[in-house]
């Protein structure tokens, strides 16, 4: 499991509408918290429920670092900037689909 980030978004004052969201559990990559927070950002204020949202782009568990460049004595390869680029179009879509799916629970409930 990746980090773990919460969003919900405030339904009074001066803040209705814009989410609050932090960082629950942390894990191994900047990167993957930071995509899991914007992901739970949009998704709590296109729902309007409470989010939380696990990211983890990276399939060898390292940290982005270890995997920009093949690092001295590791067997890891280096990761491209398509593999970089297809892990965010996955996220992406993994995004939509999962706004889709609660977006119809909500208007079942409704």
């Given at each position: 499991?990746?980090?773990?980030?919460?969003?919900?978004?405030?339904?009074?004052g001066?803040?209705?509408?814009?989410?609050?969201?932090?960082?629950?559990?942390?894990?191994?990559?900047?990167?993957?918290?930071?995509?899991g927070?914007q992901?739970?950002?949009?998704?709590?204020?296109?729902?309007?429920?409470?989010?939380?949202?696990?990211?983890?782009?990276?399939?060898?568990?390292?940290?982005?670092?270890?995997?920009?460049?093949?690092?001295?004595?590791?067997?890891?390869?280096?990761?491209?900037?398509?593999?970089?680029?297809?892990?965010?179009?996955?996220?992406?879509?993994?995004e939509?689909?999962?706004?889709?799916?609660?977006?119809?629970?909500k208007?079942?409930?409704?």
């Open positions: 499991m990746g980090s773990l980030a919460l969003s919900t978004v405030s339904t009074i001066r803040d209705k509408g814009i989410p609050a969201t932090t960082q629950l559990l942390g894990g191994s990559n900047e990167e993957d918290m930071i995509v927070q992901i739970s950002a949009r998704l709590a204020k296109k729902i309007g429920w409470p989010i939380f949202i696990s990211c983890s782009l990276n399939s060898s568990g390292g940290s982005s670092n270890d995997l920009r460049g093949e690092q001295e004595g590791s067997d890891l390869p280096a990761m491209s900037d398509a593999d970089d680029s297809m892990q965010h179009h996955a996220a992406a879509l993994a939509k689909e999962v706004a889709r799916i609660l977006l119809h629970e208007s079942i409930i409704s």
